[in-house]
């Protein structure tokens, strides 16, 4: 069995990758998930964070590392380190480097007003899109109300300031971008610009905005079962 370590977007707190798990069980059993939790109450920087989730990489067997969002720099800087057992990476609608700056904006709204308090609507827009659905919303809207208002407002911050991209030419293992058709939040020049530096590497679109795990968690798991083909024998992903 090789597991898949899960890294979670910026609300860091792990719960909303349950319908892409849902998923997983039925398209690849043979990958055991590994959800990796950031603390609700405490910001860690870049180099905390890559610390934290080294201390739980599986010990003594093969492993996928997968990046959602904003821990996308997090396993790209992990997988750089070539850790035991590491055989490829995937990345979630996700960069080495953020290229949109106008994001500020929403570091400095989320330093002014909780994100929680925001109208689900408004929260979820950009990252639902047209695929949103009430349950999404409530599980967004819950995740976020679980952070402490001020780490969320250093996270969406230290996307801005992040830079992964030297690590991407030093992974020596596979790397497998999973890009959304409708993302409104990370535009496709971000996966183009680490694909251009990986040397291994391809680029899957599926149609979905940002949240892809959630909103098309089946094409996900094929997608990340059909490229690891040889970690999931046996599943049914075809």
Known sequence: MTALVLLP???????????????????????RPVVVR??????????????AVREVLPVG???????????????????AERPAGLHGVVLAASFARYPVRGLSLFGALAARVPLSLLPKPLMSLPLLGDFTTAALRDDLHRAVGRVAPEVM??????VLSVDARQAVGRIDVPVLLLR????????????????????????????APHMLLQCAPDAAARAIAATFEEHVEGTPHA
């Open 180 to 207: 959304a058709t409708r993302d409104r939040v990370v535009p496709a020049s971000a996966s183009n610009e680490i694909a251009k530096r990986a040397r291994r590497c391809a680029v899957i679109d599926i149609e």
């Open 38 to 51: 950031y603390p609700v109450d405490r910001w860690l920087d870049d180099a905390a964070l890559v610390a």
């Open 153 to 158: 407002a250093r996270r969406a911050r230290q």
């Open 9 to 31: 977007g910026m609300d860091g707190t792990g719960d909303l990758f349950e319908p892409f798990l849902d998923a997983l069980r039925g398209v690849a059993p043979a990958l």
């Open 61 to 79: 067997e093969p492993f996928l590392l997968l990046g959602e969002s904003f821990s996308g720099p997090i396993a790209l800087s992990l997988a």
